[in-house]
């Protein structure tokens, strides 16, 4: 497969494909892939949909998780993500870059370039990791007035309405607000920072036939729990926002330092990738065939007659 021949591409959007697994019987397990090449590995070992955490994006350009980045550069990594893996994906919409309108915008600019659902969350800038203390929180008007436009504004997109409030309000006030921005229209609630087993059944209990997002982030505030607990306790999705960031910039680190130490690479061969991988990570074949069956060269079967020239 390659983005570039467009018999390869899905044949349904983003957004309807999405739906259909949400529709299912078995939880979404999304995997948060930082770049192409993760989304490319994550499908190989069988995932059928991603999400792209503001973190791991924020991370990955030596950034902060503050708010800093723009609607475009989260839709270079939307673009190169979808296009290497052709697999729906979740985007992180943090707080919607503003307010109505660029709330609207955001919603736009992400599905054309090619994010099947975005979450919006309901802190004020400067926005903080929903695992971080002291998060400051947008009325529950205002943030069910983003979800609005975000739906006023989407064509197949799924909407994700993520609450932080449970820090600062308790469950009763992230159920609350859940169920506002639910009849704002929001397909799915995403109750972030939960802190217990008893916090993420009650949470589901009080809100029945409401699709619900779990984030499994590590180093968090949650413990941990695999995908099928997480189903059993009434989800409908799971995350693992910034493993694949994690886990490459660990291994960054480690090469770095052998090679600041050692001056060679050598050692670490065995941790490595090799080229035979890499290429087939990233379908290179399949691109070298595809070029070389347009560009071959063809010769005419038939040499055509020298035609004459008259003057006029």
Partial sequence: MTYLSGNDAPASPAGTR??????????MRIPGAHNGQAALQAKDAGFETLYLSGAAMSASMGLPDLGIITIEDVCFFIRQ??????????????????????????????????????????????????????????????????????????????????????????????VARARLYREAGADAIFPEALTSEEMFREFA??????PLLANMTEFGRSPFFTAEQFQAMGYRMV??????????????????????QKGSTQELLPKMQTREELYKTIRYYDYEALDQSIVATVLPSVIPEKQSCHAA
């Avoid at 999405?18 to 299912?24: A, E, S, V």
């Avoid at 919603?107 to 695992?131: M, N, S, T, W, Y």
């Fill in 18 to 27: 999405f739906r259909t697994l949400l529709d299912g019987k078995d939880i």
């Fill in 81 to 174: 993500i979808t296009r290497a893996s052709g697999l729906p994906l979740l985007v992180d919409g943090d707080t919607g870059y503003g307010e109505t309108l660029n709330v609207m915008h955001m919603v736009r600019a992400f599905e054309d370039a090619g994010a099947a659902a975005v979450h919006i969350e309901d802190q004020i800038l400067p926005k903080k990791c929903g695992h971080l203390n002291d998060k400051k929180l947008a009325t529950p008007y205002e943030m069910a007035q983003k979800v609005a436009a975000a739906v006023k504004a989407r064509r197949k997109m799924v909407i994700v309405a993520r609450t932080d409030a449970a820090g600062s309000e308790g469950l009763e006030g992230a």
């Fill in 205 to 210: 209990r009080r809100l029945p036939d409401v």
């Fill in 239 to 260: 995350i693992w926002p910034v493993s694949s960031l994690r886990v490459a910039n660990k291994a960054q680190a480690d090469l770095y330092r052998t090679l600041a």
